[in-house]
């Protein structure tokens, strides 16, 4: 259960399914108490940090969980005030989606590291929206697909004025832009992955 302040705009990222991981479509289904590789997602939003609880490694996982994230924090903005529309479509920060796989050794492998951008919830009248997040890989393989999320967005409260959607698309190509320049002069990209993913487990065991 987690405590909703009334006063603050929250963003509710629910993941409804993976499909489509074709490396374990031979996968057998585990039987009763038997250890098997599994997947474990973690997500990052402005200072906020979760993980879901790991299900065991399928071509279909079993990967349902949701997710509180609130969008308007003190020390990012005025706090005081309930993010509007207009306020969200500036905040360029995306959701921090990285998916690892655990072998039946306790090994960890870094199967996806994925950025979702959820401003396209601005333009719905009620609020919600669904969308296929397509997961690819790390190093070599960063341009091949290892399987799908899908996903629905779902603002609390509900917004009294939307966004065009033209709107949103262009804001996000120009934060597209930018993050692709500061891409390009960031080498590190898979260590700071690891570096996060440290801390995220620093944090969880205090």
């Known amino acids: ?15 409804l399914c993976g499909k489509a991981f074709l490396e374990h479509l031979q996968e057998p289904e585990p039987l009763p108490g038997q ?33 509180l994230l609130e969008v308007h924090r003190d020390s990012l903005g005025d706090g005081s005030k309930m993010a509007d529309a207009t ?7 995306r ?18 590291s994925h950025f979702l951008d959820w401003r396209s919830v601005l333009s719905s009248p009620s609020g919600k929206t669904s969308l296929a997040a397509e997961l690819l890989g790390v190093g070599s393989e ?27 698309n262009t804001q996000v ?15 590190f990209v898979i260590f700071e992955i690891i570096l996060y993913l440290v801390m995220y487990q620093l944090n969880f065991s205090l």
Do not use: W
Not at 39 to 66: I, M, W
Not at 87 to 93: A, E, F
């Open 35 to 67: 250890v098997c590789s599994t997947f474990t997602l973690y997500l990052h939003f402005r200072n906020q940090r979760f993980r879901s609880k790991p299900v065991p490694c399928a071509c279909d996982p079993d990967l349902r969980e949701g997710f």
């Open 1 to 15: 259960k987690t405590n909703i302040d009334p006063t603050r705009r929250y963003l509710y990222l629910q993941v």
């Open 173 to 187: 190509r120009l934060s597209a832009s930018f993050l692709s320049l500061h891409s390009r002069s960031s080498p």
């Open 142 to 168: 960063s341009k091949v697909p290892v399987g799908v999320l899908n996903i629905q967005l779902q603002l609390y409260p509900q917004l009294t004025e939307t966004l065009t959607q033209d709107i949103i």
């Open 87 to 93: 306020t969200m479509l500036s905040i360029s920060d």
């Open 95 to 112: 959701v921090h989606m990285v998916l690892i796989k655990t072998d039946t050794s306790s090994e960890t492998v870094l199967v996806s």
